[in-house]
């Protein structure tokens, strides 16, 4: 009898062998002859090497089918197992509206015209502009397009930014260390990723810094190679601030900058880097501008409303 040892290392036991083992049980049932023992993060199966070997094989599946649409059931096991409809399930994402298989199986989908635009956008610019209202599904499209493209494994890295208070300034009154401090200000992202990838998957890749959370002020002096950046709340930036964002274009990267013109916060005497962005860049090659609308809001009916009565006042 041999004896093989498989460590998860891209999920959590708990998602993979299901709550008091509830998965394992039923992969136990497809593999009769061989002895199948959870430890930690870890299977030790015993059996005929040949045996051991299709184990391993299918297993591999189940975990590749749950990285993928970010969950794993009971229910999923047999039609994974299964050789007759394998193939039909891993295909499943073949939906060409369908970015990303989220968290307990959510589909998470460009629902709009002007979403499906920045997704083809995307895909044949390396830098793209949405520009539109609040509710628009600006950052969570492209989030979504963000963590599509490292589970594809077209990038190593996603780095996601926003302009945030001076530290010197407001933040300095604000409990906590510098993370506690700049955190208020990224929740929007971590919200839109905590849709997108499980909970320990998430943490573990902000852990190994393939995804990086940061203020617009980190970003100077680096160079971003093999990443998929997004610039969040890009009205808020000056000229020289979303300048020095976009020279940070490394090799194989995809950057996206969001923005809603209309809610700029910056000193009255003071340009928008997103505004002036549109008269200089508009008619380069490799750069997309979206224009995304009210048509567009996916919030509450009444955020639609409430825009226009704001945009008529």
């Given at each position: 009898m041999s004896e093989k040892i498989i460590s998860l290392e891209s999920a959590h036991p708990l998602d993979i062998f299901g709550a008091n083992d509830q998965n394992l049980e039923v992969v136990r049932n497809y593999f009769?002859?061989?002895?199948?023992?959870?430890?930690?993060?870890?299977?030790?199966?015993?059996?005929?090497?040949?045996?051991?070997?299709?184990?391993?094989?299918?297993?591999?599946?189940?975990?590749?089918?749950?990285?993928?649409?970010?969950?794993?059931?009971?229910?999923?096991?047999?039609?994974?197992?299964?050789?007759?409809?394998n193939g039909n399930i891993m295909g499943a994402e073949g939906n060409a509206d369908v970015l990303v298989h989220g968290k307990n199986g959510l589909l998470i989908r460009a629902r709009t015209a002007n979403q499906r635009k920045m997704v083809e956008s995307c895909l044949k610019n390396d830098l793209v502009f949405a520009i539109g209202p609040a509710g628009t599904g600006k950052t969570y499209t492209a989030v979504a397009l963000a963590v599509r493209a490292l589970k594809n494994k077209e990038i190593q890295r996603i780095i996601l930014t926003r302009p945030a208070v001076e530290a010197g300034e407001n933040l300095g009154f604000l409990p906590g260390d510098l993370k506690e401090k700049l955190d208020p200000y990224m929740q929007p992202l971590y919200d839109a990723l905590g849709d997108m990838l499980p909970t320990q998957k998430l943490l573990q890749y902000i852990e190994e810094r393939i995804i990086e959370i940061a203020p617009l002020a980190f970003m100077r002096g680096r160079t971003l190679n093999n990443a998929f950046a997004i610039l969040d709340e890009a009205q808020n930036t000056t000229p020289s601030q979303l300048k020095m964002f976009l020279t940070r274009m490394g090799s194989s990267s995809k950057f996206i900058v969001t923005g809603d013109i209309t809610q700029i916060d910056l000193p009255k005497n003071q340009v928008s880097g997103l505004v002036?962005?549109?008269?200089?860049?508009?008619?380069?090659?490799?750069?997309?501008?979206?224009?995304?609308?009210?048509?567009?809001?996916?919030?509450?009916?009444?955020?639609s409303r409430i825009i226009t009565a704001y945009s008529n006042e």
């Open positions: 009769p002859k061989i002895k199948i023992v959870s430890r930690d993060n870890m299977l030790k199966v015993y059996g005929d090497e040949n045996d051991l070997a299709d184990f391993e094989e299918k297993f591999t599946t189940l975990i590749r089918f749950h990285e993928k649409f970010g969950r794993l059931t009971k229910n999923d096991i047999p039609m994974i197992l299964d050789p007759g409809t002036h962005s549109q008269a200089i860049l508009n008619n380069i090659p490799g750069i997309d501008f979206v224009y995304l609308d009210k048509s567009d809001i996916i919030r509450h009916k009444l955020v």
